[in-house]
């Protein structure tokens, strides 16, 4: 049976809200989340967080994650390609089979959600992108230049119906024989819809907040 090897990014330089990965939410460590969703999938042979970071590490290491090598520093820039650190890692751990990685961003993200999208995986036998709907078009995104409204395709608006769907950050699957050529996660993949509620990504304190308020109000497994 094919292995299943998830990884977690989890750099420490930040800047929307700095040492986003280990602040709180609700009694954890935001990586915490991540970690014990994919934990609990019994469809994952082991959980691998990728960090330069030590106290990322320690904290991944305490809620039951493997941290079997340190990031090098010029993998966790800013503009760092994220298919990168995924090669790096399968490299690191001589690993072969199928990767799925969970970004530390998508708290809400549960482990049927991951077991959901590997049976995907498995069954179609490609990619595999977590997605959700979006009532926005594409013509609606402005530009702002010169402190002008720089708008397109205007009349296109209201003739173009159908449900319309954003990638949400939760969850990517690839085969290592992909990675290793750097075939990106998008390329020819089937989507795996989550509901908006699951998808929250946190990168700002005004996400966190979100996040916060979803999980009181008990609607995370809807």
């Given amino acids: 049976m094919t292995q299943v090897l998830a990884i977690i990014p989890a750099r420490g330089g930040s800047k929307g809200l700095p040492g986003k990965n280990v602040t709180d939410l609700r009694g954890r460590p935001l990586i915490a989340w991540s970690i014990q969703a994919a934990k609990s999938c019994e469809l994952i042979d082991r959980v691998v967080v990728s960090t330069e970071d030590s106290a990322i590490a320690a904290v991944a290491q305490k809620y039951g ?3 079997p090598f340190m990031r090098p520093p010029e993998l966790a820039a ?4 994220i298919l990168d650190v995924v090669r790096h890692a ?3 751990l001589s690993f072969q089979g199928s990767v799925v990685l969970l ?5 809400l993200r549960t482990s049927l959600d991951i077991k959901n999208a590997l049976q995907i995986h498995f069954t179609r036998n490609d990619n595999v992108v977590s997605v959700t709907k979006t009532k926005f078009h594409p013509s609606w995104i402005l530009n702002i230049v010169h ?3 720089v708008s397109t395709n205007i009349a296109d608006r209201r003739q173009i119906g159908g449900e319309r769907f954003v990638p949400n ?3 990517y699957i ?10 990106p996660f998008f390329e020819d993949a089937v989507p795996y819809v989550m509901p908006m509620n699951r ?4 990168d700002t304190l005004f996400d966190l907040f979100i996040a916060k308020c979803v999980l009181e109000a008990n609607l995370g497994n809807d």
């Fill in 65 to 67: 994650a493997d941290v």
């Fill in 169 to 171: 950050g939760a969850i």
């Fill in 199 to 202: 998808s929250i990504d946190v």
């Fill in 103 to 107: 970004q530390p961003t998508s708290p």
């Fill in 174 to 183: 690839s085969r290592t024989e992909h990675i290793e050529v750097s075939r």
């Fill in 147 to 149: 402190d002008r409204i």
């Fill in 78 to 81: 800013d503009d760092t390609p």
């Fill in 90 to 92: 399968i490299k690191e």
